[in-house]
């Protein structure tokens, strides 16, 4: 059996191939992390922008139809659920990686970078002015937004039923006046007079309305609520 004899030059020149693609692959590797971190970067600087813009660049046949809603469909969600629908700058919770993901896959499909971001959220999720489930949306044009990503847990089955009697004031009447009654109705009998009368119960129920009518009228005014249509796109706590 012949042994061939190791060429020491050889060697050096093999060697040295193998690191220079080792040093390639890695150069390759942080290059691109520095793109990702880049376009993370800048994603996250348009998620904190103020600035607004109308529409975005997108190639519409690339659009999912079910993501794409206008302005009108949001306006009856936020009122419906009480909800806010303010431009991304104003929110103060975290946004997901999942999010993140999205518009980086959106923004290389769509060849765009992607801007004017608008989230629909509880007010209680923003970072409001003075005066439980976000969606993060993109404007498409014409008062149509796509919506990139949903997170967080859904909003509570009776919310609702809970934000109806801030719709209006008709609504809110319709409440306190019911609920004027039922308490009316616990009150028990003789406990003002030992003749019991409808005139007695009625008297009864314009106090309880006018007890409860000033404890809403004070809590709005103490506390600046406004009905749902009044704030739904307002940036003010106290709007």
Same mark, same amino acid.
């Given at each position: 059996?012949?042994?061939?004899?190791?060429?020491?030059?050889?060697?050096?020149?093999?060697?040295?191939?193998?690191?220079?693609?080792?040093?390639?692959?890695?150069?390759?590797?942080? !290059?691109?992390?520095?793109?990702?971190?880049?376009?993370? %970067? =800048?994603?996250?600087?348009? #998620?904190?922008? @103020?600035?607004?813009? *109308?529409?975005?660049?997108?190639?519409?046949?690339?659009?999912?139809?079910?993501?794409?809603?206008?302005?009108?469909?949001?306006?009856?969600?936020?009122?419906?659920?009480?909800?806010?629908?303010?431009?991304?700058?104003?929110?103060?919770?975290?946004?997901?990686?999942?999010?993140?993901?999205?518009?980086?896959?959106?923004?290389?499909?769509?060849?765009?970078?992607?801007?004017?971001?608008?989230?629909?959220?509880?007010?209680?999720?923003?970072?409001?002015?003075? !005066?439980?489930?976000?969606?993060?949306?993109?404007?498409? %044009? =014409?008062?149509?937004?796509? #919506?990139?990503? @949903?997170?967080?847990? *859904?909003?509570?089955?009776?919310?609702?039923?809970?934000?109806?009697?801030?719709?209006?004031?008709?609504?809110?009447?319709?409440?306190?006046?019911?609920?004027?009654?039922?308490?009316?109705?616990?009150?028990?009998?003789?406990?003002?007079?030992?003749?019991?009368?409808?005139?007695?119960?009625?008297?009864?129920?314009?106090?309880?309305?006018?007890?409860?009518?000033?404890?809403?009228?004070?809590?709005?005014?103490?506390?600046?609520?406004?009905?749902?249509?009044?704030?739904?796109?307002?940036?003010?706590?106290?709007?």
């Amino acid at each position: 059996m012949v042994f061939r004899s190791t060429g020491i030059e050889q060697k050096l020149h093999q060697t040295r191939g193998r690191q220079a693609n080792e040093a390639q692959i890695l150069a390759e590797v942080e !290059r691109l992390l520095k793109q990702e971190s880049l376009k993370e %970067g =800048n994603i996250s600087k348009q #998620l904190a922008s @103020k600035t607004t813009i *109308d529409r975005n660049d997108f190639v519409f046949d690339l659009l999912e139809t079910d993501h794409i809603f206008h302005l009108d469909q949001i306006k009856k969600i936020c009122i419906d659920y009480r909800l806010r629908f303010l431009d991304s700058s104003f929110f103060k919770g975290e946004i997901p990686e999942a999010a993140i993901s999205k518009i980086k896959e959106l923004e290389v499909a769509h060849d765009t970078e992607i801007k004017g971001y608008k989230i629909m959220a509880p007010s209680k999720l923003f970072k409001l002015e003075d !005066r439980d489930d976000p969606l993060l949306f993109a404007p498409i %044009g =014409n008062d149509y937004f796509y #919506l990139i990503h @949903k997170w967080g847990n *859904d909003l509570h089955p009776f919310r609702k039923l809970m934000a109806w009697p801030f719709k209006n004031i008709v609504n809110l009447t319709f409440v306190v006046f019911v609920l004027s009654y039922l308490v009316t109705l616990m009150v028990p009998n003789g406990l003002f007079s030992k003749n019991n009368s409808a005139a007695e119960f009625w008297i009864i129920f314009f106090f309880m309305f006018k007890c409860m009518a000033s404890v809403v009228i004070f809590y709005g005014f103490a506390l600046g609520k406004n009905f749902n249509p009044a704030i739904w796109n307002s940036k003010y706590f106290n709007a």
